[in-house]
């Protein structure tokens, strides 16, 4: 599911993947500026220290996270990045987000990621996933690129773009909804990627 689709990326294209790995699906998968091209190395490090510094207890970072973390920042964030309406921000998807970011450990996860660590030059690793390990992607209809130093790219030219990037791309799905479909239309992502199993099995 987005960013962690790279994590995907990166198990599928290992030479004895096949060990452990059957198929992958990408739902939503990551901006294409993300998958093939470097984050700026000296950038990264200083978000990384700005907010992580001294001894993970940076006086911005805490303060970053404590708002990060707020009802009204994750509501907001909520309708406008990953629901396409939003009635479809309930009280339990508020609930559960807010009760995970109750534990200020995980504060290192988001840091990492608003560090830039994850963003690496993948298209090697995608051109490398061989055809026995099928690969699936998911779009949402109304998606768009959630970081502000991406091109806004829409649905069609993202699709496009792993399409012609995938050697091992079986299929690709686009369903209703924007960046979060296992929680926006869990029917039709349940079905999707069941009969993609299904046809893998």
Known sequence: QGALGTVGIELAAKPDAQKYVKALILSTPPSWEAVSSEFNPVLRSILWNLLTWPGGNSPLGLAFYKYATGEKFLRDFSTKNLFSTPENVTDDWMQKIQYNAADYDRRFIIFAFLSGFWRRDRRTALQSIKVNIPVMTVFGSSMQTIAAIDEQSDQPTLMKKYIEETPALACS?????????????????????????????
């Open 173 to 201: 799905k686009t369903l209703p909804g924007k960046n979060l479909l296992p929680y926006e239309t869990p029917e039709e992502f349940a079905e999707v990627v069941g009969n993609f199993v299904k046809s893998v099995s």
